[in-house]
């Protein structure tokens, strides 16, 4: 699986857009794009995945470049509760290649949203 | 519908000791992951089971086990304990394996080897 790299750390004001970058140079053709986020004391938490285009749930929405060598998560409206370890993961559906549920976490995003 | 859960949520042991974390998974969800988490080296994953059998392995010592039951319940073993085994022991259950868009993880049980 492709090595992502993120900042350390980011602060956002509440209400304000949270923008979280993902670099993932080496992706491959058939690589999906995965966030999840960790609140303290809490397991992992699923928010998106992508594979090329432009994604959004009620969660957040994902952006990918054009050469997928980098994505941003973005949460519209960062509330104090988004406060959190946000995790971007690069990896083959699982389901197609019929591998397992192998997942590869690096150190994250520390998000601090404040008032 | 209950979360996935895993018991002991703390655990304090010794060097050499061995420990047994649980693990029971959402209702329906036959498959079970479980991870290592430690402030150094983030998230690592350790196993999967499915059907009572192991599917994947990560890159841990033959001191680290697990296994699954019938009811889709699972454990993990840690044979002689090391202090670099303190950390947080994740579990994950999903309907199937690779299914991990819809991977649902539990609190996790702190485990502190003195």
């Known amino acids: ?115 | 519908k209950a979360g996935v859960t895993q018991t002991p949520r703390y655990l304090i042991k010794t060097r050499g000791q061995q420990v047994t974390l649980s693990c029971s998974p959402i209702s329906g969800h036959r498959s079970v992951s479980w991870y290592q988490q430690t402030p150094g080296q983030g998230l690592q994953f350790l196993f999967e089971y499915f059907s009572e059998t192991q599917r994947n392995k990560g890159n841990f010592p033959g001191r680290f086990s697990g296994r699954q039951f019938s009811n889709s319940r699972s454990e993990m073993n840690v044979s002689t304990l090391e202090l670099g085994d303190s950390a947080l022991y994740l579990c994950a259950s999903s309907h199937r394996p690779g299914g991990w868009d819809t991977q649902y993880f539990g609190p996790g049980t702190r485990l502190t080897v003195l």
């Open chain 1, 1 to 115: 699986d492709a090595k992502t790299t993120q900042p350390p750390s980011m602060d956002c004001a509440e209400g304000r857009a949270a923008n979280l970058p993902c670099n993932h140079s080496t992706i491959s053709g058939n690589e999906y794009v995965y966030w999840y986020r960790q609140i303290h004391s809490q397991g992992p938490q699923y928010i998106i995945h992508g594979l090329k285009n432009n994604e959004t749930n009620e969660m957040a929405s994902l952006i990918i470049t054009e050469d997928r060598k980098s994505s941003t998560l973005i949460l519209p409206h960062a509330t104090l509760r988004d406060t959190a370890v946000y995790y971007c993961i690069v990896r083959v559906d699982v389901v197609l290649t019929g591998g397992g549920n192998k997942l590869t976490f690096g150190t994250g995003t520390q998000l601090k949203v404040e008032l």
